[in-house]
């Protein structure tokens, strides 16, 4: 399918909109107190032992991500990089901007966590649909698991599952070693990587026909 320059103008705006969702998403995982997804683990924990913002801890991670990726690919300069560093500094923005309009909200009921966790499931699956699909740019941690995936020859719903697995258990070992305790992975972290996969496809059903219209059709 052929992609005119015209077209970068509603990519970009979607691919935005997509991660301003995703910063919802993320908060409201924070704020359900009930486990925050895989990928959020590792960034949320980090800002924990360090005491400082969600999202700049989420930049310094997904740094850390290009810097592997640079690794893997024998330290070759690629533009797609920077752009990766480039949305990951704007999204640490977003995460921090989320964070401060949703404040502290926190239901006082379990009930009320789980409606709040279902939620952030519900956008963080939109999102990855709007900023994947009009493919400018994968988030470092996608970028990371299709390199690992290339190098090794490997399906990418594998490698992303054992990368979530690995998160996740960083994540612990740093709570135990810094904090003493478990921070933000707990049932719903569990939910999260069983659902948002699924309510992935769902989303690309409805949104992919129309985000190929308006991005790549002539």
Do not use: W
Not at 16 to 34: D, K, M, P, R
């Amino acid at each position: 399918m052929k992609r005119k320059p015209a077209k970068l103008a509603p990519r970009l705006g979607i691919y935005l909109v997509g991660l301003v969702v995703l910063a919802f998403g993320i908060t409201l995982a924070v704020n359900s107190n009930l486990g925050v997804s895989p990928v959020t683990s590792l960034p949320y924990v980090v800002s924990q032992v360090l005491h400082v913002t969600l999202g700049t801890c989420t930049v310094i991670v997904y740094t850390c991500y290009i810097f592997l990726q640079m690794l893997l690919k024998g330290g070759k300069f690629q533009p797609v990089l920077m752009l990766q560093l480039v949305f990951s500094t704007v999204f640490g923005y977003l995460v921090d901007a989320a964070k401060l309009l949703l404040a502290d909200f926190l239901p006082i009921t379990y009930f009320g966590q789980l409606a709040m966790l279902a939620a952030s499931i519900v956008l963080l699956s939109f999102s990855l649909v709007l900023y994947i699909d009009v493919k400018i740019a994968s988030m470092p941690p996608e970028g990371l698991v299709t390199c690992i995936a290339d190098k090794l020859g490997k399906p990418f719903p594998k490698i992303k599952t054992l990368f979530d697995c690995v998160s996740v258990l960083v994540g612990l070992t740093l709570c135990f070693l810094f904090l003493g305790k478990v921070v933000g992975i707990r049932e719903g972290t569990i939910v999260t990587a069983l659902l948002v996969g699924k309510l992935t496809g769902f989303f690309r059903k409805l949104l992919t026909p129309f985000i190929n219209r308006v991005c790549f059709e002539d």
